[in-house]
């Protein structure tokens, strides 16, 4: 007999404390049945649920259920659930798997993270017209609806804006949209653009384009797949540059810490031009690179540079330095680039990858030890 898929409201009721019995019988079985891999995805879909608890408060609760549940399944309870990390939803999903499944690998591999360190997620905060500010998850949900505008975002992580017969004070409206370090996230212009933030980073633009341009400006590296309109040309300002393109794919970086601003054509053509005015029009697979008023032309594998908006980390011969600086930001850690050795590193591996393979995996493409302490990426000699 195929066995039937557990229903998402049952797990969330016995999270929650809410379970009958007939219920738990259900949760036990599947439980019994499913493999490591099925469990690390409903592990998962907690995560992407998370909401911020109270500690402090949780604990006396977490240790009545989890005792409770030790005495149906176990003839003595086992020790109370210890605070391992700062998330109240995480550990009610860890004592609740821990229960059934008491001492998995799959448990030892969540609670003995490096320090609670996780990768990187769909988060960001939107600023609109530099008033209101709301956060954005993954949730399907509508976040702003005002004469003629609509804001929404979806389970997916991704925003959409949208106007129809917006008035002109809510359509010339510049917001923001901001990712922090350890987030990323997608929106849907009212053009129909698409842009992909990465980890710390930020894009203006208006709720809606009028006029005869499309105009936006970004901070940090950001994904765009323009919608076409040669009536009205797409621009975007970075770091003093101006990149004009009528509809095309392509990736742009531009860190503070970065040397220079690198746009590299995935599709189309583009014209970049940086702030002393000169101009290079770019062909699909070509990367510019505009620095101290210089711009660099060279030809690329550009799915190198956006592997990130598919999830992955590809470093193709990159210096071990620009590696340590995505990896901190991908999981909101610190990095001392100076100790960093001269070195460049070939390696692809997934974004959502725990912390200690990463820099496992890095150990062994260079032959250097790292490890994290107190947050902080350290290589050890």
Partial sequence: MEKRPLSPKLFERFLADQSNAKELEQLFNYFGEADQQELEKLIQKGFEQETELNVAAEDERLAQIHAGLSDKLFAKPEKPILKVLKSGRFMRIAAAILVIVSGTLLLTRFLNSSNGIVPGSAKAVLSLGG????????????????????????????????????????????????????????????????????????????????????????????????????????????????????????????????????????????????????????????????????????????????????????????????????????????????????????LKISRKADIDEVLDAIATATDYRLKIKENKIVFKE
């Fill in 131 to 346: 008033k209101e500010s709301v956060s954005a998850g993954r949730k399907d949900t509508v976040l702003y609806r005002s004469k003629g505008v609509t804001v929404s975002t979806k389970a997916d992580g991704t925003m959409v804006f949208m106007a129809v017969n917006a008035d002109s004070a809510e359509a010339s409206k510049l917001n923001t949209l901001n990712t922090p370090n350890g987030g990323e996230y997608r929106v849907t212009l009212s053009d129909g653009s698409e842009v992909m933030l990465n980890a710390g980073s930020k894009l203006s633009f208006p709720t809606d384009f009028r006029g005869s341009e499309r105009k936006v400006y970004v901070e940090g590296e950001a994904f765009f797949k323009v919608a076409k309109n040669p009536l009205k040309p797409f621009i975007v300002n970075v770091s003093g540059n101006e990149i004009k393109v009528l509809g095309t794919q392509f990736n742009v970086s531009s860190y503070p810490e970065d040397e220079g601003t690198q746009t590299t054509l995935l599709e189309g053509s583009i014209r970049f031009t940086n702030g002393n005015g000169d101009q290079v029009v770019l062909k699909p697979d070509q990367q510019v690179i505009s620095h101290h008023g210089k711009l660099d032309l060279q030809n690329v594998s550009a799915e190198d540079f956006n592997a990130w908006t598919k999830g992955e980390f590809l470093f193709n011969d990159v210096p071990l330095s620009t590696v340590m600086q995505k990896l901190a930001r991908w999981y909101n850690v610190e990095v001392d680039v100076k100790s960093i050795p001269q070195k460049n590193l070939y």
